[in-house]
């Protein structure tokens, strides 16, 4: 990244100008009482996000960065994430939609007049614009949030797609590759935006191991459906046993058996599942049984990062797949560009270096790993952003799907969730050991 603070102020407002006409989009395409309700228990009404969204800007660039005067320090515990659980937001004196309009906007032109001519220098927070950059990408987060809140919502599509997806050039790919065994580097202290997780950079040991080349498809997924994926214990962990005899589960989320077809429900459309692309609205639970069917595993959290960032050739950690540039359109599927997954193999000039593709975009992939801290973490600027996550209970998905925004993506960024959660734009790939001389 630049050090010109001209060009660093640009790509902070940058970011925040796309985050912001996300935000608008899926906030304006319903009328008010879709932003008031609560489309499910399991996320906040949209007009929440909206507001919480303003909320953090104005507490960390208008108050802590800019040292302005609080503008809704009565606000502050109504959308404090940690204080109110999303089932019981509804009941909260939440801003009208009007008036959370008018508040993100006041919030936003206050912070862009500090920007100006804020310091990025001076320590963590200001270095290369880290606040603006962080601020961004809590935006972009809670873009994807609102757009999973658009999926569960009833009623007739109100959201359009920017183009066609990518046309699929024919080829036959290979089904697996292998990574060579040895250390590489992990996570990022270089990064300038990256988050507190994600940090400090540090040497991983990896066996060799085989990893997809594509994420699991519709079609591979149906096979173990139809083989009685859903009705053998033996491919399930206990837990995920438990969920599919207790909620009937018979398949991903949002499909349904129609005579001899599988339908979805994407955004209020009802349509044919595609067999050629990833696979998604599956649980952590759902992957890891396929893979056990499969004769296969989840890769590791460190294998997932190594197959995406590691160059055989110079044994250099890079920051996407296909090298440090950031995202174009032509390596990924990301910003909500399209509102599905590109069909798999799609984007060869998103690749790794060992031919590994979509790693970055389309679904979010689990992994077999808890989401715990690496050595020498220290939680910054607060604990909830990760620290108060670490643990057992949750597991760690990567890559990014089609909605996240390439400022809030990248080959080193971590995301968890409990892996009951369905509702997410997630998906997965496989992987599988490899032999004693796989690597010589």
Known sequence: MTHDPELLRERAASALRTARDRTRLLTTCVEPPDLVAQHSPLMSPLVWDLAHIGNQE??????????????????????????????????????????????????????????????????????????????????????????????????????GEAGPLPVALGETLIDEVLVPGGPFAMGTSTEPWALDNERPAHHRLVPPFLID?????????????????????????????????????????????????????????????????????????????????????????????????????????????????????????????????????SYPQGQSPLGVRQLIGDVWEWTASDFLPYPGFAAFPYREYSEVFFGDQYKVLRGGSFAVDPVACRGTFRNWDLPVRRQIFAGFRTAGDAGPTADA
């Not at 009565?74 to 994430?81: G, K, L, N, T, W």
């Not at 080349?213 to 053998?232: C, H, K, L, M, W």
């Not at 056990?292 to 590791?300: C, F, M, Q, S």
């Open 58 to 159: 104005e507490q960390w660039l208008l108050r802590t960065v800019g040292g302005r005067d609080a503008l809704r320090p009565d606000i502050d515990s109504v959308y404090d994430a940690f204080e109110h659980p999303r089932a019981e937001r509804p009941a909260l004196p939440l801003l009208a939609p009007d008036e959370a309009h008018k508040y993100v906007a006041e919030v936003r032109g206050r912070v862009l007049d500090i920007l100006e001519t804020a310091p990025l220098h001076g320590g963590p927070l200001l270095d290369a614009g880290f606040a603006f950059g962080m601020i961004a990408q809590h935006e972009q987060q809670h873009d994807e949030t609102m757009l999973i809140t658009h999926q569960l919502r009833a009623g007739a599509p109100v959201l």
């Open 213 to 345: 080349t594509t994420p699991v498809s519709n079609g591979a997924y149906q096979r173990f459906i139809e083989d009685g994926g859903y009705r053998e214990p033996r491919w399930w962990a206990a837990a995920g046993w438990a969920q599919v005899q207790e909620h009937k589960l018979r398949a991903p989320l949002f499909w349904k058996r129609d005579g001899g077809q599988w339908l979805r429900r994407r955004f209020g459309v009802t349509e044919p599942v595609p067999p050629d692309e990833p696979v998604l609205h599956v649980s952590w639970y759902e992957a890891d049984a396929y893979a056990r069917w499969a004769g296969r595993r989840l890769p590791t959290e460190a294998e997932w990062e190594k197959a995406a960032r590691y160059d055989p050739e110079t044994g250099r950690s890079m920051r996407y797949p296909w090298g440090d540039e950031d995202p174009t359109p032509a390596h990924a599927n990301l910003g909500q560009r399209h509102l599905r997954p590109t069909p798999v193999g």
